[in-house]
């Protein structure tokens, strides 16, 4: 099969067709082995959540259509630079240790196999704008019908109700939503915002707790739930403390800078080299001494002026002066060495490429490198949370589109090679 | 009445031992039902010391930022310098499910409360560690706040415009970033627990965290050997053939700005919301409307920098003339994928929140006032999350808690308290 063309009639893989069974077998040991999801989410939210449970040790099928491929399977960037639906690290990377179903939902009869699918799970995850699944026969209502202690979540921007329940947008109008956009700047410029899809990378870890909560409480109990997530609802827990004094005192935070209320000196000083920056904070006098040792500014660290954050602050030029020029004739890892080993909180302002050289997230093997059936190898972040018996593991890259179709059809379902090919006749395994 | 629904969390308990760093992962397990003890060291959380405060005063029970995070948690204090407050924590530990802490790596191991002391306390305890950089590693004794784990974790060279220092964002990010990963890896251990009995260590680092928000920008260097720049509400793109392509991502409008794309080419959502908005411009007779233009062309990659400020002008216009609410309640109608670039005050009169019932008023007796609270980050349709209890004061629920679990009551928490153990 061409890397390009989207897999439509599921095949037994050749070379691994005596033992495709151990495409499902479960991860023995880990926390959710057993645990069956299937996973109808796309895009950000959802498919991080259902990859965090696949990352320790569930089995999640994922169920997309080369009819309307997830988004991130369109956004790059691609191996080699050639746009492929299997082609895009964005489209795998949310996705690692999942099983690949191709399904055409539009299709009455993608439906039984759905139906098939939910029967076999414990997990139903959706994303879809709210009412798109329940059009399809597959809402929560439908499925807890043919499986009541189901438990379903379906996150999306705004929620499952209220006016603006149907709007349809990514993390990015997800952060510029919820505020974030606006405290990322510069006060006398227009916001610059925050990078990225932010909200993507907040929300899933508490709708993550809550599943998991909710899975605990229905082996209790028998009893299953939906779970209804608002993305931004979910990301706003990151600026309660700005919600709080603004509903207590009726103080607004606004964009600053670098500027910290209660610390200083506090931002990113120029460092040797073009565009290099290196982070400094000093909470307290411990951290005003040290830091003016280290820069050969020892005088400042016994003027009672200079000792608390308000006195230093009004001398704000002539200190971010000498500090500009220590860091200046060093790289922002020499800075951040010398700092550190002074006592003093400071790091580099790491650029991608420096993320993969980084010894800590290294020692922590944050980047996963797995091979990819169309990508080859690539990097993926693995969980952040470190689990010192039960660690998560690497044991497969994201499925390229309908990757483990025939698997899935035949160990999963229980559907015989006669009934996968004419089912794939018609067009639903696409 | 509130809370009357079961809680899924409720036959666990957490010992929390965080300071700033961490401390919503015990906010997060307490909203979802768990009994959560949070222990102070006597006098209090040094973090109570952090703004914003209630009325603007610093005060040790003021402090909002402490407040928000250690909602819904009971309140003990214990000074574990000492060998009889050690002991009472063994207690508390034989009693619990989890115990989430900050101290830097190594302390609680000085003072034998490691890991593995606690497990032969307690062999099914979920310990989890939430610290700058992790419990080993080349960087374990690094301090950080903040900014240092933004800048270390990456988004810090993502953010700000490019003619001027990279940057944080306003609102503090990753400490409470790390308390929610801190969360759900403690969920994990536990869903483990259940099946084998037993406990294990999660190790959280907030650098780490913070790379996990970098979206798909570390595997542009990977794959394509390209390190995404930062830009402003005008973004410089580089093109294949070198040239710098400027497009806007941020839109002024009447009150503020705007997130909104223009554009085509392939990308789907992109080009159907150009063509509504256009569209939109046009039904409000605005005379330049770029209606006929041929969108599916204009993608970002080969559309030149001309064209596009001339097509820009008459969406310039158009935002100028209305508010981000409007805006966005318009193309909202329209299926256009623009947002408000809301500030906090926006977002406290969003009628989205407001039906939703996402904001929960609680009573606070010792500030004499209602304090509004953001709600449930989910909403859980048998086991709602909880309606959290105040924030306690320092040792608030001392005699209650070590009765309750210890038995420990009258005058031999007298002589505890007097001895300065608690």
């Known amino acids: 099969m061409s890397a390009d063309t989207p897999p439509n009639t599921p095949k037994p893989p050749r070379e691994e067709a005596g033992n495709a069974s151990k495409q499902v077998e479960s991860a023995v040991g880990l926390p959710f082995e057993g645990l069956k999801v299937a996973d109808f989410s796309w895009v950000g939210v959802g498919p991080i959540v259902a990859r965090h449970l696949a990352d320790f040790g569930a089995t999640v099928v994922r169920v997309e259509s080369s009819s309307r491929p997830d988004s991130l399977r369109l956004a790059g960037p691609f191996r080699d630079g050639q746009p492929g639906i299997d082609r895009s690290a964005f489209g795998t990377v949310y996705n690692t240790n999942k099983l690949g179903l191709a399904l055409n939902l539009r299709l009455p009869a993608a439906r039984e196999i759905a139906l098939r699918l939910v029967k076999w799970a414990d997990v139903v995850t959706d994303s879809m704008t709210p009412g798109s699944l329940a059009k399809l026969g597959l809402g929560y209502d439908d499925l807890r019908r043919i499986k009541p202690e189901i438990i379903m979540y379906s996150t999306t921007q705004q929620g499952q109700t209220g006016p603006y329940r149907s709007f349809g947008g990514y993390g990015q109008h997800g952060a510029s939503f919820a505020g974030f956009h606006s405290l990322t700047g510069w006060p006398d410029l227009p916001p610059a915002g925050v990078f990225g899809a932010y909200t993507d990378f907040v929300a899933p870890w508490f709708l993550f707790s809550a599943l998991v909560a909710a899975l605990d409480y229905r082996d209790r109990t028998g009893v299953g739930q939906y779970l209804d997530q608002s993305q931004v609802e979910g990301a706003l827990q990151l600026l309660g403390p700005q919600l709080l004094d603004y509903f207590a005192n009726g103080h607004a935070a606004e964009r600053s800078g670098n500027d910290d209320p209660e610390m200083f000196p506090h931002g990113a000083f120029p460092s040797a080299g073009s565009d290099r920056w290196v982070a400094i904070a000093v909470r307290d006098q411990a951290d005003w001494s040290a830091l003016c040792r280290a820069i050969g500014h020892e005088g400042w660290a016994s003027d009672p002026a200079l000792g608390t954050a308000e006195g230093r602050r009004g001398r704000s030029e002539e200190i971010g002066s000498a500090i500009a020029a220590w860091t200046r004739s060093r790289t922002p890892h020499e800075a951040m060495t010398a700092l550190q080993s002074a006592g003093v909180p400071a790091g580099a302002a790491q650029t991608c490429e420096e993320l993969f050289d980084d010894p800590q997230l290294e020692h922590r093997s944050h980047w996963w490198n797995m091979e990819h059936s169309v990508i080859g190898e690539h990097a993926y972040d693995a969980p952040a949370w470190k689990l010192s018996r039960t660690p998560a593991q690497p044991r497969r890259a994201g499925p390229a589109l309908g990757q483990h179709t025939y698997d899935i059809c035949r160990d999963i379902l229980g559907l015989g090679d006669e009934e996968v090919a004419a089912l794939s006749a018609q067009g639903v395994f696409e | ?422």
């Open chain 2, 1 to 422: 009445m509130v809370n009357a629904a079961p809680a899924a969390l409720a036959p666990y308990r957490v010992l929390d031992l965080t300071g700033s760093l961490g401390a919503l992962a015990g906010r997060v397990l307490a909203g979802l039902g768990a009994d959560v003890i949070k222990v102070e060291r006597p006098g209090g959380d040094p973090s109570r010391a952090r703004g914003p405060f209630f009325g603007g005063k610093p005060h040790p029970h003021r402090s909002l930022s402490w407040i928000f995070a250690n909602a819904g948690k009971r309140g003990v204090t214990l000074d574990l310098d000492r060998p009889d407050g050690r002991d009472l924590l063994r207690g508390l530990v034989e009693r619990s499910d989890f115990l989430v802490e900050s101290y830097p790596p190594g302390y609680l191991e000085s003072i034998g409360l490691g890991f593995e002391h606690l497990a032969e306390v307690n062999p099914a305890l979920v310990m989890t560690r939430v610290t700058p950089f992790g419990q080993s590693g080349p960087y374990r004794d690094y301090r950080a706040t903040d900014i240092v784990a933004w800048a270390m974790g990456g988004q810090m060279m993502l953010c700000g415009d490019e003619d001027r220092a990279p940057l944080r964002m306003t609102a503090p990010q990753a400490e409470l970033l790390a308390g929610a990963h801190a969360a759900a890896g403690s969920l994990t251990a536990h869903y483990s627990r259940r099946r084998t009995g037993i406990g294990q260590q999660v190790d959280i680092s907030m650098q780490e965290c913070v790379t996990w928000t970098l979206m798909i920008a570390a595997q542009t260097w990977d794959i394509a050997r390209v390190n995404p720049r930062r830009g402003g509400a005008v973004r410089r793109t580089q093109r294949q053939d070198g040239s710098i392509f400027e497009h806007r991502v941020l839109w002024p409008c009447k009150d503020g700005f705007v997130y909104w794309a223009l554009g085509g080419g392939a990308q789907a959502g992109v080009l159907a919301s150009t063509r509504a908005m256009a569209a939109w411009l046009a039904d409000e007779g605005i005379p330049d409307a770029p209606v006929d233009v041929e969108w599916q062309n204009m993608s970002a990659t080969v559309i030149d920098q001309q064209t596009y400020d001339r097509l820009s002008r008459p969406f310039l216009d158009f935002f100028a003339r209305h508010s981000k609410r409007e805006l966005f309640e318009g193309a909202l109608e329209r299926a256009i994928q623009l947002a408000p670039v809301n500030e906090i005050a926006d977002l406290a009169a969003t009628p989205q929140l407001e039906d939703r019932g996402y904001w929960q008023d609680i009573e606070y007796p010792y500030l004499g006032a209602t304090l509004r609270f953001p709600g449930a980050p989910v909403k859980l349709s048998e086991t709602p999350w909880r309606s959290p209890q105040p924030a306690p004061l320092p040792g608030e629920h001392n005699a209650e808690v070590f009765s309750e679990l210890l038995g420990i009551d009258g005058a031999e928490l007298e002589q505890l308290s007097r001895s300065g153990a608690v």
